[in-house]
Nanobody
């Protein structure tokens, strides 16, 4: 599975951006897709995830402002980000997981990041 993220950029606080992640390869085996972000000097943190069978999960810091969605027909994952804050500035990474029969057989996939910069 290959993941290609796009849509990052520079935006003023309060603005919006939509990230896209195009998936290719054996996308039919993917159970979970999501977004992580990493700010300079910090660890990579979960932003939002969605499961194939339904269900989403958001970080507390973005809940109510960000919306994750998946278009299976286009094999594309989205992250709509509204009311952006300077603290949302980070490199955003697209993530996918194929779950095995047990966690030790899970396969994780990462795309190259896309930079989001929010100016105050």
């Amino acid at each position: 599975v290959q993941l290609q993220a796009s849509g990052g950029g520079l935006v003023q606080a309060g603005g919006s951006l939509r990230l896209s992640c195009a998936a290719s390869g054996r996308t039919d085996t993917i159970n979970v897709m999501g977004w992580y972000r990493q700010a300079p000097g910090k660890q990579r943190d979960l932003v939002a995830v969605t499961r194939s069978g339904g269900g989403t999960n958001y970080a507390d810091s973005v809940r109510g402002r960000f919306t994750i969605s998946r278009d299976n027909a286009k094999n594309t994952l989205y992250l709509q980000m509204n009311s952006l804050k300077p603290e949302d500035t980070a490199v955003y990474y697209c993530y996918a997981k194929r779950e095995g029969l047990s966690p030790k057989y899970d396969m994780d996939y990462w795309g190259k990041g896309t930079q989001v910069t929010v100016s105050s």
